[in-house]
C-alpha cells in the first residue's frame, strides 16, 4: 500500500469505502487531508470523577455501566431518550433528543459507557444533554479510555468515533511521508519541533505539555504563511513605480507652485527654480491656485502653510504621524498607509496636510467616504480649510442633480478642481481626473477591495493610498488584514479636550437620566438619543427610533425642539434634520445608528443610548464619539439591564474607559476576529487552530521572522524554501478569493 499522504481516506485502517463518504463531508479526501484535521478541543479522561461529585455547570466525563433505557414521544412527535449510568457512588442521565439510532445502539446494551457534556439539574438526578459518548466493549483496552482524547469537529451523518479512527490510522501508518516545509536551521532559530512529530502529538497527545509545544509549532506556521504572504504582497508593492513628490523641497519653501508632466520633470525643475518667487506654469494650462494665492503662498515652506491652513495647533502625535506619510511620499513607490485614530484624534487634519503636499506637488488628491453624510462633512470642512489658499474642493455624492455631477465632474477632468471629496460616486464611470496623485480612503473597511482599486485606477500612473479609520482595531488583526500596509497609529488627542463621562444605568432609573438631560439642555446644550438596534431590518430600526421620538417627544423632553433621524428616511429629509440640528433649530436628536459616522456637533454634551446591551462594544464607542467634540464637558449615558456576563463586561468597559484600543481589545475577546473585522472585505481570518486572541505573541514573532525571510530570499526562490512557497501561494490564493468575494 502506498505511504504517500496523497493516498484515498478509504485506504485508512479502520476506514474503508463507506466511511470514507463520511469523512468527504468534511473535506478530508486524503490522508494528508485526514493528518491536517485538527481536534477543536480535548477530554482528559486520565482522572474521570466519581459521579457522586459532578456538579451543575461542569463540563465532565463520566464513566458507569448503563442501569436503565427509556424512550418516550411527546406530544408534538419528538422522542426523548433516557439513558441511566451508574458506578457504584451514585447515577447519572443521559439524555438524547429525535437521536433513534442512540437508542437502538444502547437498547440491548449493558456494558460500560463513556461521555462527556454539561452536567446540569433535572427531577431526580444530574443529567447531561446529548453528550458525546462511546461504548467500552469487553473486547476493548480499557487502557485506552484513561487518556488525553481529541474531538473533532463534525457534520450530520459523520460519527466522532469515524474520524478518531481515520486519525489515529493516519498517525500509525503515513507520518513517515509528512514533509516538513520548515528548515532545520529555521526551526532551531524560532525553537520549533519538527512538523510529523507535532500532528502526532496533536492528535495523540502523550502529556499535556507536549500537545501544547506541538500546538505552539502549527499555530506559529499559520501565522508564518499568512505573514509571508502579505511581506511578498509589501515587497511586490514596493517595487512599483510610483510619484516622487518633492517634499524637502515644499517643506523647505523651495519648491514653486507649478504642474510637472513626471515627478521627475518635477524634480528637475525644482531644482532649477528653487530661488524663483513666483514661477510661470509649466507645461500646463491651468494654474494650481488662483493668482492671489500664488503670490501669496510662494517660497512659503509647507509646515508653515499647513500651520496656516489649520485653525488649531498640531498635537506631537499627528506631526510624527505627517512626518510617516511625507517620508512614503517622497520615496518613489507607491505609497500604501493605514492612520489609526480613535475618535476625535484629528485624522481629517494629517490627510489635509497630505492633500496639501500632493497639491503643492503639481498633482490632485481624492478623498472617498463610505457615507453622504460623512463626505458632505469631510467637504465642509476641507472647503473651509483650502479655499482661503486658493485650492477649489469639489463635491461628488449620488444624491446631487446631473448639472451638479457635471459641473464637479469637468472641474476634476480639467484639473481647476485639486481636491475631489466624494463616496463612491467617485469611481462611477464618466469622473476622471487630470492629474489624481493621492488617494485618501475614510473608514476604509466599509469599502471592498475592488472599490478601492477602481478609485486608485483613476490616478495617474500608481497614486499614494492613505486609508484611514476611526476603529480602533486591536495589534493582532492590524498585522492580520492589514500587514501589506505600513502602520501609523495617532495615539494622543488635542488638549483640552475633556475625557466623556460614561455611566451605566438601569432601566428604573431611566426618569433620573432625563432630569439630568433637561439640566444640560437648559444650560444650552444639546442632546442625542440612540433608539435600540432591536434588529438588523432597517425598517424595524426606523420603527423604533419614530416610536421611542413619540415617547419622549410628548413625555419627558415635550417642551424641547425634538427631531427624528433614521435611515429609512430620504437623503433630504436626514440633510435638514442634520443642518437643524448643527444650527441648533433642534435641542435633541433621535436617532438610529446613521450617526454613528460622520455627525460633528460641537454643541452636543450628552448621549443616551437606550438599552445599550443591544449594541456592540465598537459600535457604543462610535456613538459615544459623536459627544465631547466642542469645550464643554460631555457625558454618555447607557441605559441598560445586562444580566449576562457579556453583557456586564460590555458596559463595565464603556463606563471604565474612554481608550477605543483598549475597547477594541475587550470586543475581540467577546466577539472573535470574524464578526470584529469583517473577513468578507478584509482579509481571510479563517484559522485551523490559532487563536488572535491568545495566540498574539506568537502572531508578532511570525511576523519578525516572514520579515527577515523576505528581506533575504523575496521570492522564495531557494530550493530549500520550495515547500514554504507552494504552502505561502496557497494562502495567497485564499486571501485573493475571500478579499474579493
Known sequence: ????????????????????????????????????????????????????????????????????????????????????????????????????WVGRKLAAYKGEVVAYGMVKEANYLLEINSPEFELIDEDDDHDQFARIVPVYPLTE???????????????????????????DSFRQTYNLKPLAWCLKQIHQPEEESDRLEARRRL???????????????????????????????????????????SAAEMRDLTGKMAKAAVVKKVKHSSHLFEPEAEAKYAGVGLWDQIHQMLPFDLTGAQRRVIGEIFRDMERPTPMNRLV?????????????????????????????????????????????LFDPMGIEVVLLVGKQTKTEKTAAGNKTREGTAKIAVGTHALIQEGVAFDRLGFVVIDEQHRFGVLQRAALRGKG????????MTATP???????????????SVIDELPPGRKPIKTHWKKPSERSSVYDAVLGLLREGRQAYVVCPMISENEKVAAQAAEDLFERLSTGALAEWRVGLL?????????????????????????????????????????????????????????????VGRGQYQSYCVLIADSRTEDGVIRMETMRDTNDGF????????????????????????????????????????????????????PSLALPEHAAMLEKVKQRREEQAVVTIS
Not at 455547570?57 to 419528538?78: I, Q, Y
Not at 474520524?163 to 514533509?179: D, F, I, M, P
Not at 495617474?460 to 486609508?467: K, Q, R
Not at 440633510?575 to 436617532?591: G, I, N, P, T, Y
Open 1 to 100: 500500500m502506498s505511504r504517500g499522504l496523497d493516498t484515498e481516506a478509504q485506504y485508512l485502517k479502520g476506514v474503508g469505502p463507506k466511511l470514507a463518504q463520511g469523512l468527504a463531508k468534511l473535506g478530508l479526501f486524503t490522508v494528508g487531508d485526514v493528518l491536517h484535521y485538527l481536534p477543536r478541543r480535548y477530554e482528559d479522561r486520565r482522572n474521570v470523577p466519581p459521579i457522586r461529585t459532578l456538579r451543575p455547570g461542569d463540563f465532565a466525563t463520566v464513566r458507569g455501566l448503563v442501569s436503565e433505557v427509556n424512550s418516550r414521544p411527546t406530544r408534538g412527535g419528538m422522542v426523548i431518550l433516557k439513558v441511566t449510568i451508574e458506578d457504584g457512588t451514585g447515577c447519572v442521565g443521559l439524555t438524547w433528543f429525535n437521536q433513534p
Open 157 to 183: 451523518g459523520v460519527a466522532q468515533r469515524t474520524v478518531r479512527r481515520a486519525c489515529q490510522s493516519a498517525v500509525e501508518n503515513y507520518l513517515g511521508g509528512v514533509q516538513d516545509p520548515l528548515t
Open 219 to 261: 499555530v506559529f506556521e499559520e501565522f508564518l504563511y499568512l505573514q509571508v504572504a502579505l511581506a511578498m504582497k509589501r515587497a511586490e508593492t514596493q517595487q512599483e513605480l510610483g510619484i516622487a513628490f518633492p517634499i524637502p523641497d515644499l517643506i523647505d519653501g523651495k519648491a514653486p507652485p507649478l504642474v510637472a508632466s
Open 340 to 384: 489609526q485614530g480613535d475618535v476625535g484624534s484629528g485624522k481629517t487634519a494629517v490627510a489635509a496636510a497630505a492633500m496639501l503636499a500632493a497639491v503643492r506637488s503639481g498633482y490632485q488628491a481624492a478623498m472617498m467616504a463610505p457615507t453622504e453624510i460623512l463626505a458632505e462633512q469631510h467637504y465642509a470642512n476641507l472647503h473651509a
Open 460 to 467: 495617474l500612473g500608481n497614486p499614494d493610498v492613505l486609508v
Open 473 to 487: 482595531i486591536p495589534r493582532t488583526l492590524t498585522m492580520t488584514l492589514y500587514g501589506d500596509l505600513d502602520l
Open 566 to 626: 433614521h435611515g429609512q428616511m430620504k437623503s433630504k429629509e436626514k440633510e435638514a434634520v442634520m443642518l437643524d440640528f448643527r444650527a441648533h433649530k433642534l435641542d435633541v436628536l433621535v436617532s438610529t445608528t446613521v450617526i454613528e459616522v460622520g455627525v460633528d456637533v460641537p454643541n452636543s454634551s450628552v448621549m443616551v443610548i437606550e438599552d445599550a446591551n443591544r449594541f456592540g462594544l465598537s459600535q457604543l464607542h462610535q456613538l459615544r464619539g459623536r
Open 662 to 713: 483598549q475597547i477594541a481589545e475587550a470586543d475581540l475577546r467577546l466577539r472573535g476576529p470574524g464578526e470584529l473585522a469583517g473577513t468578507k472585505q478584509s482579509g481571510n481570518l479563517d484559522f485551523k487552530i490559532a487563536d488572535l486572541v491568545q495566540d498574539g505573541k506568537q502572531l508578532e514573532l511570525a511576523r519578525e521572522a516572514a520579515i527577515q525571510l523576505i528581506g533575504k530570499d
